[in-house]
């Protein structure tokens, strides 16, 4: 359902975020984004969304080319940006009802699904209140309850569990189990490996612009001798 193909991505003719990367992520798959801070992830993500265009390459996203279909293809993305400091005078229930216009959600439908995450993630009050005034954990749920208001199959998420309540990370967990049961893909960057361990049935590793290792994790500890993650992940990232 993720496809990118041979991506290479320099920034002001000089900083080369990306060297010419290649994997996918299929339906039914939860695959976890891993590398230390600069190493590409963010990149990545804009280019799968269409954010930003790479040098050269080629994404697909559910079937849909970005760059000859971008509105079939970011119809079907539910994207998490790395900062949710967006819109901030707009009222939470604001910012759902400009998300939903957006996508053409019926109101009715928005309202159903809208009023279900924000339930879940302990947001209902709030949602009256400008988002200036919402914590980095509020802004961040609000987002994810906004990425999901269209109903896409494909979600990709930049660490989207950074500044949430156990609770809401919690549930946001099962959100991407329940998701991807039902046949979707689920892409997600973390630093976290803990969180990778319990949720991913593949990981991306990534490390100045290359990819380092796509697999599974009971592969890569079977590789490095039964070494803890912890350490196989420092010694990959270090060199
Ligand atoms: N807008 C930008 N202009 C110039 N360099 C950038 C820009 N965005 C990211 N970079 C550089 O590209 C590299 C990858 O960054 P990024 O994709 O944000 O990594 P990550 O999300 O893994 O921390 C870093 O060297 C970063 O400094
Ligand atoms: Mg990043």
């Not at 790395?82 to 998300?99: A, Q, T, V």
């Not at 569990?161 to 893909?185: C, V, W, Y």
Request: net charge neutral.
């Amino acid at each position: 359902m993720i496809k990118i193909e041979n991506v290479t991505k320099t920034y002001n003719k000089t900083v080369r975020a990306l060297d010419n990367i290649s994997f996918s992520v299929d339906g039914g798959e939860i695959v976890g984004f891993i590398g230390p801070n600069g190493s590409g992830k963010t990149t990545t993500m804009k280019i799968l969304t269409g954010i930003i265009k790479p040098d050269s390459g080629k994404v697909i996203i559910n079937g849909f080319n970005i760059k000859d279909d971008p509105i079939k293809a970011k119809q079907s993305i539910g994207y998490i940006a790395d900062n949710p400091d967006i819109f901030l005078r707009l009222k939470g229930s604001e910012f759902l009802e400009l998300i939903g216009d957006i996508y053409k959600v019926p109101t009715d439908v928005r309202r159903k699904r809208t009023e279900g995450l924000a339930e879940k993630f302990g947001l209902t009050e709030a949602l009256g209140s400008p988002m200036i005034s919402y914590s980095h954990g509020m802004r961040q749920k609000i987002m994810v309850i906004a990425a999901l208001v269209h109903k896409p199959p494909v979600w990709i998420l930049d660490e989207p569990m950074i500044g949430l309540d156990p609770k809401s990370a919690f549930e946001l967990k099962q959100l991407m189990r329940e998701h991807t049961k039902e046949g979707n893909a689920v892409f997600f960057s973390t630093h976290v490996l803990e969180v990778a361990e319990k949720l991913c049935d593949r990981v991306v590793i990534i490390k100045n612009g290359h990819i380092l290792y796509n697999g599974t994790l009971d592969e890569l500890e079977k590789q490095n001798k039964n070494e803890s993650l912890e350490n196989i992940f420092l010694e990959l990232t270090e060199k």
